[in-house]
């Protein structure tokens, strides 16, 4: 059994726990230990082709492990404060905050071209639709790039003085005079704890939380479905904007449907959560495809009697699994809006050919409920007035798509949680959703954490 003693221990080597750490090992002479159950990032490629076959590796493989769940993403930087979470809710100077992060991925690596410039005719354009575009300035790390610019940033804060203990699982977390995170062969003693544990440790912390008396609270998930389309259709916009975040309101229900995570000449691919299966996209600097696809997703949130927002997501990718036989779901929108099944002989004659081979052609309105269907119709046709082409009938369509928040912790300013000196960051507490505003959310508590330490 090894034990170790710390100042501060992290819970988690994603985006919130890295940056976490560096502002931490600046700013003081503390002890810290960054923990996390999964590999080192260079480790945690798929056996197989990383973008055109479905990822089968171990679960946690995709989202554990140094870099965390963006560590296998395409590496999309969205350099705005109410983006991905509202950074504003915590700080004053948001936007020196993430010039901060950006500066550190610069110097580790990540590209200096910039998108998000000449968007006035876009805005104006989806205005006239009645669809609202958010204009980000954005940075493109690529698939292929952000495991050399994550291993370059660890190297670095090894070298300040972090430790990390990787491939070592935090089983429980026991309050007393100290905090002790006790694992299968190790117990950790820390003054603090910055729990950044991700998606893929949401639902073990929430648990955490409940036996410590941590307050929390439900928040919304969104549900739908990766669309794919030929390059061309999107690449006016693309050349302006990588990821666009168009922002739509449909007909019929007036549910609130967003685009997110374009992948310009990417890939979908499938992500495997042992009980369920979910679709994303990603996008290299150097293999690309001739397609293009964007998340669509509807938010959805419950009030009485089922507030379990989580409980509900997860039982609607359960169905989803099940009906594509643990796999995703591909449909033509063509066929989906015929209420027919789509085939391979179907998808065989659409002039968009799936990046995910081995998807199973189906129905996706037998896997989603009726309302999330018409929303995805309703959207994409009203998204077609400002991207034509992107609702033809031989566009293809995964599902399921689900983005869980994980409970929302109560916090303060600082971060810190009810019980004292214990504080969360990053998408696992539900305080953001993605890498820049989950590294900001770390640099905000390693901060209550030195106002708490050092003074």
Known sequence: MQNVSCNVAIIGAGPAGLFAAYELVLNSNLDIIVIDKGKDIKKRKCPLKFFTKCMKCEPCNILCGLGGAGGLSDGKLNLRADIGGNLN??????????????????????????????????????????????????RHIGSDLLPEVITSFKKELEKLGVKFLLEKEVKEIVADKKFRLIGNDFIIEADYVLAAVGRSGADWLAKQAEKLGIKTKYAPIDIGVRVEVPSVVMEDVIE??????????????????????????????????????????????????????????????????????????????????????????????GDLKAGRRSTWQRIEKSYVKPTLKNATPGDISMALPHRIVTDVIEGLDKLANV?????????????????????????????????????????????????????????????????????
Request: net charge negative; charged share 20%; hydrophobic share 40%.
């Open 89 to 138: 809710e915590f700080v004053d100077d948001a936007d020196s905050l993430i010039k901060k992060i950006d500066d550190i991925f610069l110097k580790h690596g990540a590209p200096d071209k910039l998108y998000g410039k000449d968007l006035i005719e876009l805005e104006k354009i989806a205005s006239q639709h009645g669809i609202k575009f958010i204009p980000i300035p954005q």
């Open 240 to 333: 302006k904007a990588w990821d666009p975040k168009f922002h739509i309101y449909t007909p019929t229900y007036d549910d609130f449907i967003r685009t997110f995570c374009t992948c310009p000449n990417g890939f979908v691919v499938m992500e495997d959560y042992g009980d369920y299966i979910s679709v994303n996209g990603h996008s290299s600097i150097n293999e690309k495809s001739g397609n293009t696809n964007f998340a669509f997703l509807v938010r959805i949130e419950l009030t009485e009697p089922v507030e379990n927002t989580t409980a509900y997501g997860i039982s609607i990718a359960k169905m989803a699994t099940t009906l594509g036989g643990k796999m995703p779901i591909l449909q033509r929108l």
């Open 387 to 455: 991207i034509p082409g992107v609702a033809e009938d031989s566009t293809l369509l995964y599902a399921p798509e689900v983005k869980f928040y994980s409970m929302r912790f109560i916090v303060g300013k600082n971060l810190e949680t009810n019980l004292q000196n214990f504080f969360v960051a990053g998408d696992g507490a539900g305080l953001s959703r993605g890498i820049i505003a989950s590294a900001a959310t770390g640099i905000i508590a390693a901060r209550g954490i030195l106002d708490k330490a050092l003074h």
